[in-house]
């Protein structure tokens, strides 16, 4: 039998002898129709698999715990908007209980005591309830926007030793609501201000500002505004209370960060929303390696003063620190504010700073990761010779450094796929999904594999996620049209180009030498069918890197549309020529290149992509 440790979740309906008693024909229709509309669907879009269906009960198995619960929360509010008009003696409910452990799995079967402790957790939770162990408890961390009650340890039939449970807080209105919020306190971290005089010196109070939403985050009796929803107020005057009722939290805390030399100042400000008034501020002059003590002080200060229970598995989360080496974080820092722009001169320069703080800190798991983001983003779009085997030893390497690190699972599954060993990166890039589920990395990268294997209905649901996460990346927003199109959704694509072409023009003018925020805002205006701009914008990009791989395919799709097939013909073979393998997976699958398809060329030019 394999082993494997997996989430489970197990469910039964609630006085199921009792329904078929009063009507066994509509009750077994009514169930079947909740199995085919609700339960298989949900289970799938989660990643999980549908063990087995008895008559009144459900087994199933997730590679991700906030997956399962996440899963098992919708369901319920599923099936309690369905059942809400059906007289109450008719309603159809179900128990629902999750537990992770080891399985031991033979043919389709699970079996162990993960599936028997999940099977005794539902047994226990309410009707149109949800019961977890303390192992998902811990796990699920503050990563979903649910409340649970602590119920202490429960003796349960035939498990040897209690189990500490734990039930979700089922809300009468909607889930998504902010009720479940002001259950524990709710907190918005602003971008910091960047005081150094310098623009150079952003990334700095940028990622001082991530680093704190990120342990903050980490702390599951605290709703945290995610990164994205902060960083829209960047550069914007505020005022609290606003800010405080648009993101629905209660604190808001901001900041401001001085460097200079070996010197560092940081200001940080929390505010009640509700009456706006000072609750905390604190200034920090110290020493530019005080710069982690001083992310801990804050992060500590905002706990003690909204009163929050810190656990003591979430102190030690807090408190490791990803390196002790300064000079090493500025520089992982500075590659990170490089590899966000994804260009092929970014890369190469965010790759020697992630090199750079490696070689300072040689155990610095996040400066591997990058390093491998780089080496498979390189190789990915621009075949630049970087060995495959050494790809992935650099991927590996951070993983072994720190298997707990979402980004590192998330470089891994890159890694793979750009060696397209496509089902070993599902299961890194799902790992770190479960790690951190609001990894735009994680979805970001693995929406580029699923469309590269031809699987564009889960690309766009990868892409649609990674937009929500980081809502001013242009390129996630603009590969969306591609996707839309595909799938024949002329309308979102329209509305996708209109936001892409907005981002790609801030994008554009803060890094006039980029030429992918022109390529992909020319792909949006020839989407929108501003062909006259359209045809400025491809000028633009091709005069910033005549030779740009990525540009040449973006003007073929162009000129696709525009009926021009010799030139987007030359523009592709041009595009080949410099590009990287995941580009020759786009040609055969988008359908901004359809018109193409019917020219006798087009299958002696795929023919000649692989053969290489």
Sequence with gaps: MERRLTAILAADVVGYSRLMGIDEVGTLARLKLIHDECISSKVSVHQGRIVKLTGDGILAEFPSVVNAVSCAAE????????????????????????????????????????????????????????????????????????????????????????????????????????????????????????????????????????????????ISGLFVAARHTAFTYKGKAIKVEQVGRELGVNYILEGSVRKAGTRVRVSGQLFSVKDGDHLWAERYDRDLTDIFAIQDEITHAIVEQLKVKLLSQEKKSIERLPTDNIEAYTYYLRGRDFLHRRSKHYSRIARQMFAKAATLDPKYARAYAGMADCDSFLYLNYRVDVPIDGLLATAQKALSLDDSLAEAHASRGLALSAAQRYDEAKVEFERAIALDPNLFEAYYFYARASFAEGKIEQAT???????????????????????????????????????????????????????????????????????????????????????????????????????????????????????????????????????????PRYQKFVGSIDSK
């Design 75 to 218: 369901m319920q509010r599923t099936l309690r908007e369905r059942s809400s008009e059906a007289p109450a003696d008719r309603r159809i409910e179900f128990r629902m209980g999750v537990d992770l452990g080891d399985v031991m799995a033979e043919d389709d079967d699970i079996y162990g005591d993960g599936v028997n402790i999940a099977s005794r957790l539902e047994g226990i939770a309410d009707p149109g309830g949800i019961a977890v162990s303390q192992t998902v408890r811990d796990h699920v961390g503050n990563r979903l926007n649910l409340a649970f009650e602590d119920c202490g340890e429960q003796s349960l039939k035939n498990i040897e030793k209690p189990i500490h449970v734990y039930k979700v807080v089922m809300a009468d209105a909607d889930f998504r609501s902010t009720s479940l919020k002001t259950e524990r306190p709710s907190i918005a971290v602003l971008p910091f201000n960047n005081m150094s005089g310098d623009p150079e010196q952003e990334y700095f109070s940028d990622g001082i500002t991530e680093d704190i939403i990120t342990d903050l985050s980490k």
């Design 461 to 599: 649901r990868l892409f649609e996620r990674a937009s929500q996460i980081r809502s001013d990346d242009y390129q996630s927003v603009c590969l969306r049209i591609h996707c839309y199109r595909s799938l024949g959704r002329i309308a979102e694509s329209k509305d996708a180009a209109r936001l892409g072409l907005q981002l790609a023009e801030r994008e554009l003018a803060l890094h006039p030498d980029d030429p992918r925020p022109a390529h992909l805002g020319a792909g949006a205006l020839f989407e929108l069918g501003d062909l006259e701009r359209a045809r400025e914008w491809v000028d633009r990009a091709l005069a910033i890197d005549p030779d740009d791989p990525l540009t040449l395919y973006n003007v073929a799709c162009g000129y696709t549309k525009l009926g021009n097939l010799d030139a987007a013909f030359e523009m592709l073979e041009r595009s080949i020529r410099g590009g990287g393998p995941e580009l020759a997976n786009w040609i055969k699958y988008d359908s901004d290149l359809d018109g193409l398809r019917s020219d």
